[in-house]
C-alpha cells in the first residue's frame, strides 16, 4: 500500500528542543564541545559602551555565524541568515531559539566594520593559543608558501591612470560598437599603467595554466607538525613571495613567543639575502637557490680570497673583480693581463664567446651560504623537508579553496580580504583542532601528536639529523 505524508501541525512541542535535531557527530556540535568561544565579550567589550544605548547583536553570535559561514564555504552573508533561520542546527550553534530572530545580513557588515582587522585577528590568535594548549603547535619547522586569491573585480574595470590613454581607450571603444567592421585595437593592460574602478588594491597577477586577472596573493605559514596555520597575510597579486618573508617570521616569532630553527619554502624564497638572513639568525633553511646559477660553485683549483677581494686560479694568477654586480648580486673577476689567454692549463672557468678573451670567473656576494645550501639540498634531510613542504601547504591551500572559499575574494580591498584569510585560516585550525583532540582525548601537552602516536604503539624512530654548519 501506497503511503502518504500530510503535514500535521500540532500547537505544542512536547519533550523536544533544537538540540535534539542536531546529529552527534555533526561537526557544529564537536566544534561546540572542544572550542572554548568565551573570551570573545571580552575581546570585543572596547568596541561597545559599557553603559549607554540600546544592545547590540551578541558580538559571540556574530562570531559564531562566522564559523558556519567558513566552514561550509557559504559566500553570500544574505544566504547565510537565510539558512540559519531555517536550519536547526545553524539556530542550535548560535543559542537561538525558534522564537528569536536571526540578524538582518546588513548587520554583519556592520558589525564586521566596527569589529575591524585588528579584532578579527585577535580572534584567530586566540584559536592558535588553543591549539597550543592542545599541543597541536612546537614551531620549530615553519613551512611557507605563496597563493593567488581571484579579486571580487571584473578585469574590465580596469581603467588607465593616465588621462590621455584612457581618451585613446574610450576612442577605440565607440569606434568598434558604432562600426563592427572596424578592427578593435587591443588593450595594453599593465599594473603600470592600469588600475581597477572597483577594487584599485588588487592587481594584474600571472600563473601558468591560470588566466590572467585581477588577484591577491596570501601569503601562508604553517607549523610542520600538524599543518596548523600561524600566519595567512594577504597582499596585493603582484608582490613576489619573498618580499614580506623575513618580517612575516619576525611576526610568528614575536606574537606567539616561539624560536624557529627551520624554515622550508620553495625555490621562490631562495634569494641571497633571505638565505643570508636565515643563517645570521641562526635558522637553518631548508630553501633551493632562487636560479640554478645564483649560487654555481667555483670551478676545482680556483680559491677566493676576501682581503684583497679576488681569486687565484690554478696557475697561480689573480682574477681581480670588474664591472658592476648583476641582477644576482654576482661579480665578475678576470685577469686584466694575457695571462690567461696564453696559459696552456685546461682550467674548468667559463669561456667568453670571442677569441682572444681571458675567461671569466662569476661569484656571488652570498656564496658562503650558497655553498652550504649546495652541499645539503641532495641530502636525505632536505629532500624529506621538501616533499613535506609540497603535500602539508599545498593541502592548505587546496582545502582553503575548494571547502571554505578562498578561491575568491568575498569582499573588495586588502583588509577585508585579510579579514576573510583570517576567518578561514581560523576554520581550518579549529577542525584540526577538533579531529585531533577528539581522537586523542588524553593528549599530554608536552607532546606532540605524532610522538604520542608512536608512545601509543611503542615505537621508536631514529630521526633524520641535519649536519648544516653555521
Not at 408 to 425: D, E, I, P, Y
Amino acid at each position: 500500500m501506497q503511503g502518504k505524508q500530510t503535514l500535521s501541525e500540532s500547537l505544542f512541542m512536547y519533550n523536544l528542543s533544537i538540540e535534539s535535531f542536531v546529529p552527534e557527530k555533526h561537526i557544529l556540535r564537536k566544534i561546540n564541545e572542544i572550542v572554548d568561544l568565551s573570551f570573545i565579550r571580552n575581546l570585543t567589550k572596547n568596541k561597545y559602551c559599557s553603559d549607554n544605548g540600546r544592545p547590540s547583536i551578541d558580538p559571540e553570535l556574530f562570531f559564531r555565524l562566522m564559523i558556519i559561514k567558513y566552514t561550509y564555504g557559504i559566500e553570500s552573508e544574505r544566504r547565510l541568515c537565510e539558512d540559519t533561520h531555517s536550519h536547526m542546527g545553524y539556530r542550535w550553534f548560535c543559542q537561538l531559539s525558534m522564537q528569536d530572530d536571526v540578524p538582518h545580513h546588513s548587520s554583519l557588515s556592520k558589525i564586521r566594520a566596527r569589529l575591524g582587522e585588528d579584532i578579527i585577528e585577535q580572534f584567530f590568535d586566540e584559536i592558535v593559543f588553543q591549539c597550543r594548549k592542545k599541543g597541536l603547535v612546537s614551531g620549530k619547522r615553519i613551512i611557507t608558501d605563496g597563493t593567488l586569491i581571484k579579486a571580487n573585480a571584473s578585469i574590465n574595470s580596469l581603467e588607465a591612470t593616465n588621462l590621455k590613454e584612457r581618451y585613446t581607450e574610450i576612442v577605440n571603444e565607440k569606434k568598434h560598437k558604432n562600426s563592427p567592421d572596424q578592427k578593435y585595437v587591443k588593450r595594453k593592460l599593465s599594473n603600470d599603467t592600469h588600475i581597477s574602478r572597483t577594487d584599485p588594491e588588487s592587481t594584474l597577477a600571472y600563473k601558468k595554466g591560470a588566466a590572467r586577472d585581477l588577484k591577491y596573493k596570501g601569503h601562508f605559514s604553517i607549523d610542520s607538525e600538524n599543518g596548523i596555520i600561524l600566519d595567512p597575510f594577504i597582499s596585493t597579486g603582484a608582490d613576489h613571495e619573498s618580499k614580506y618573508y623575513i618580517n612575516r617570521l619576525d611576526t610568528i616569532q614575536k606574537k606567539y613567543d616561539i624560536s624557529i630553527s627551520e624554515a622550508v619554502a620553495d625555490r621562490g624564497y631562495g634569494t641571497g639575502e633571505i638565505i643570508s638572513e636565515l643563517f645570521n639568525r641562526n635558522i637553518q633553511p631548508l630553501i633551493p637557490l632562487f636560479h640554478h646559477t645564483s649560487g654555481s660553485a667555483m670551478p676545482e683549483g680556483f680559491r677566493y680570497d676576501p682581503e684583497i677581494n679576488a681569486i687565484q686560479c690554478p696557475s697561480g694568477n689573480l682574477l681581480q673583480a670588474v664591472g658592476k654586480k648583476d641582477t644576482y648580486k654576482r661579480q665578475r673577476y678576470i685577469i686584466r693581463d694575457k695571462q690567461c689567454i696564453e696559459c696552456k692549463l685546461d682550467c674548468k672557468a667559463n669561456v667568453l664567446k670571442r677569441p682572444g678573451k681571458p675567461r671569466i670567473i662569476q661569484r656571488s656576494q652570498y656564496q658562503d651560504n650558497f655553498d652550504k645550501i649546495n652541499a645539503q639540498v641532495d641530502t636525505p634531510y632536505f629532500k624529506h623537508a621538501s616533499r613535506e613542504r609540497f603535500y602539508k601547504i599545498e593541502g592548505v591551500f587546496s582545502q582553503a579553496k575548494r571547502l571554505h572559499g578562498l578561491g575568491k575574494a568575498h569582499f573588495r580591498g586588502r583588509n577585508k580580504v585579510q579579514m576573510q584569510s583570517f576567518f578561514t585560516a581560523s576554520i581550518m585550525n579549529i577542525k584540526k583542532m577538533v579531529k585531533l583532540t577528539r581522537k586523542y582525548p588524553k593528549l599530554d601537552n608536552s607532546i606532540s601528536v605524532f610522538q604520542h602516536i608512536l608512545g601509543f604503539f611503542d615505537i621508536k624512530l631514529t630521526p633524520l639529523t641535519p649536519v648544516f654548519v653555521y
